[in-house]
């Protein structure tokens, strides 16, 4: 079965850095596309950022401006999104999710892990 | 970036009722629209991929379809466990786009 754990939430000050990963197990990680999607406290889903499966294509939510990269390790199975100058409005559950289809450029998200909570508050 | 306006923002159904839910898109979209199932403190859950089609495991009595340009969600003879909150998502252009969510209620 697929399993996606996400890791490294937690509460950091405006301006400040997180990193975040996510475990996967189940599947052929690299062949897959892998997405990050958020959900701020009480609203809607929001789509962050997406990977192919061979790491070389990235693709970004208009408000990031930049501040996140998205990353993987097919050696490690793991993903990870590197978010920095955080602001307040960022503060959310951050969910990973492997792609539907497997060598697809990017698809609909199909299996999600729980999320991890991030906080951004001074 | 490829705005999805869905509606309506909240329903209140019973047992047994039949229900939809549309997402409008800012842009042509083609046939890449998912929708999703979250209840509360659980991930969301792919319904319907590729406007359409059933994702499987999926009940039959959810289904999608589209129409000049409207896409629609329809849950036929809603059960219990029907009650959540439902988001329209195209993954057709870059950065994809959630609709707002629409929480169907009792």
């Known amino acids: 079965d697929v399993q996606l754990v996400e890791s490294g939430g937690g509460v950091v000050q405006p301006g400040g850095s997180l990193r975040l990963s996510c475990a996967a197990s189940?599947?052929?990680?690299?062949?897959?596309?892998m997405h990050w999607v958020r959900q701020a406290p009480g609203k809607g889903l929001e789509w962050v950022s997406l990977?192919?499966?061979?790491?070389?294509?990235?693709f970004y939510a208009d408000f990031l401006k930049g501040r996140f990269i998205i990353s993987r390790d097919n050696s490690k199975n793991s993903l990870s999104l590197q978010m920095s100058n955080l602001r307040t409005e960022d503060t959310a559950l951050y969910f990973c999710?492997?792609?539907?289809?497997?060598?697809?450029?990017?698809?609909?998200?199909?299996?999600w892990g729980q999320g991890t909570l991030v906080t951004v508050s001074p | 970036a490829v705005q999805m306006t869905q509606s309506p923002s909240s329903l209140s159904a019973s047992v047994g009722d039949t229900v939809s839910i549309t997402c409008r898109p800012s842009?042509?979209?083609?046939?890449?629209l998912a929708w999703y199932q979250q209840k509360p403190n659980s991930a969301p859950k792919l319904l319907i991929y590729?406007?359409?089609s059933l994702q499987r495991g999926v009940p039959s009595r959810f289904s999608g379809s589209s129409s000049g340009g409207d896409f629609t969600l329809t849950i036929s003879s809603l059960h219990p466990e029907d009650f959540a909150t439902y988001y329209c998502?195209?993954?057709?252009?870059?950065?994809?786009?959630f609709g707002q969510g629409t929480r169907v209620e009792i």
């Open positions: 999710a492997k792609d539907r289809l497997r060598y697809s450029s990017g698809g609909s998200p199909e299996s």
């Open positions: 189940g599947f052929d990680f690299d062949d897959f596309a």
């Open positions: 990977i192919n499966g061979g790491g070389f294509s990235t």
């Open positions: 842009a042509v979209i083609g046939n890449a």
């Open positions: 590729a406007t359409s």
């Open positions: 998502l195209q993954d057709s252009t870059f950065p994809f786009t």
